[in-house]
T-cell receptor
């Protein structure tokens, strides 16, 4: 399968814990995006990378959130001290520059 | 006010019907326009790009009116498999092509 891969598919954790998600983009894609989607809403942009450089971050990305793409390939999104409001589907997408974005299956986060 | 507005629906239509969805966007700097389809608890998938001249892909026709900042999607001869949420999406090239999504319009096609 050469699509965008996200792990884990589901994550259930207690409030206050840290969680980390991983995204493996389509191999030749130099852009990688993170979005968050809550129930009944469309996805909302969080941040994006071009190769290893993080070029833009949304105001939605509080200080508890950090994303990395150390070698310009896979990316991780970490949420520290999780809160109830962090419960959502976290979607990763990748693309070539100025080409359509392809989404992964997402990681569904549930905060108890 | 959201940057991309859609009627959430649901639109309940019989098989074979023609259905149209509309969407408005507020940022006049938007340069690229898309319709994505999202099935329940799945990722969004690109349905089609939307061009100023209008474009068609099989049973699907998309239109863009830049002056009114309005995008439409027409589905002819609806199939049961068309049941999904349709997301109107805009982006600006200078903003890293980040996508701005509407809230989605839910379509349910019934036998």
């Amino acid at each position: 399968d050469t699509g965008v891969s996200q792990n884990p598919r589901h994550k259930i954790t207690k409030r206050g814990q840290n969680v980390t998600f991983r995204c493996d983009p389509i191999s030749e894609h130099n852009r990688l995006y993170w979005y968050r989607q809550t129930l009944g809403q469309g996805p909302e942009f969080l941040t994006y990378f071009q190769n290893e450089a993080q070029l833009e971050k949304s105001r939605l990305l509080s200080d508890r959130f950090s994303a990395e793409r150390p070698k310009g390939s896979f990316s991780t999104l970490e949420i520290q001290r999780t809160e109830q409001g962090d419960s959502a589907m976290y979607l990763c997408a990748s693309s070539l520059i100025n080409q359509p974005q392809h989404f992964g299956d997402g990681t569904r986060l549930s905060i108890l | 006010r959201k940057e991309v507005e859609q009627d959430p629906g649901p639109f309940n239509v019989p098989e074979g019907a023609t259905v149209a969805f509309n969407c408005t966007y507020s940022n006049s700097a938007s340069q690229s326009f898309f319709w994505y389809r999202q099935d329940c608890r799945k990722e969004p998938k690109l349905l089609m790009s939307v061009y100023s001249s209008g474009n068609e892909d099989g049973r699907f026709t998309a239109q863009l009116n830049r002056a009114s900042q309005y995008i439409s999607l027409l589905i002819r001869d609806s199939k049961l498999s068309d049941s999904a949420t349709y997301l109107c999406v805009v982006s600006r090239t200078g903003a890293g092509n980040m996508l701005t999504f509407g809230g989605g319009t839910r379509l349910m096609v019934k036998p």
